[in-house]
């Protein structure tokens, strides 16, 4: 160019630290500094629509920001106490197998988090424990299992080799420590069989 004001406008885009004191700035000039802009103002555009073309868009979109993390804990809450009434309804169906205790069952839990703590949960109030929980979490399968570290990799009691060999039965695979193992698939109609072979292993 034969003098910098040929540049035009001059866009800072980025700018990222790349070693102590010193930093990276990027930018873009002239024309495709005009278009940059031109899509930023067209994207604002569209975001003030959403909210009616209201004043003060950036506090609306603060709002809805606190909303959101609102309804997150309102949502957690809910699943825990999900979690504790599931909790008692499955220490009934706790069985005495092979000198363990044994508890497999399908869960309406569909939140990867609340299912550890639960088996975490369950875990503490069994004695010699191996708990198998299957459920479906957006849509695909989930395998859970936890066994008591006081007998977690003794004989056939591995979680994840175990949870690496019911995973067929759900289409998918997984892994895992000796005292919990998760796996993940596509055929959520295989969880029961999944439960059962569970069973099976424990010579029943």
């Not at 703590?117 to 299992?145: C, R, S, Y």
Request: proline share 2%; charged share 25%.
């Amino acid at each position: 160019m034969p003098a910098t004001g040929n540049i035009g406008l001059f866009k800072i885009v980025s700018e990222t630290g790349v070693a102590a004191g010193i930093r990276r700035i990027e930018a873009v000039t002239a024309e495709t500094a005009q278009e940059y802009v031109k899509a930023q103002l067209e994207e604002l555009d569209q975001i003030r629509s959403l909210f009616k073309n209201a004043p003060n868009t950036a506090k609306h979109v603060e709002a809805l920001q606190e909303e959101n993390k609102q309804l997150k804990k309102e949502l957690e809450k809910l699943r825990n106490e999900q979690a504790g009434a599931l909790k008692d309804q499955l220490t009934g169906k706790v069985e005495k197998l092979d000198g363990v205790q044994f508890l497999g069952a399908k869960i309406p839990l569909d939140d990867a988090n609340a299912i550890k703590t639960l088996a975490f949960q369950l875990e503490k109030e069994m004695d010699k424990a191996v708990i198998v929980l299957g459920a479906e979490v957006k849509g695909k399968a989930m395998l859970t299992i936890m066994i008591s570290k006081e007998i977690a990799g003794q004989g056939d009691l591995h979680a994840g080799n175990m949870v690496r060999q019911l995973a067929k039965h759900i289409q998918g695979g997984g892994g895992g420590q000796p005292f919990y193992a998760t796996a993940g698939g596509k055929n959520a109609g295989g969880l029961g069989d999944a439960i059962a072979e569970a069973r099976q292993m424990l010579g029943a």
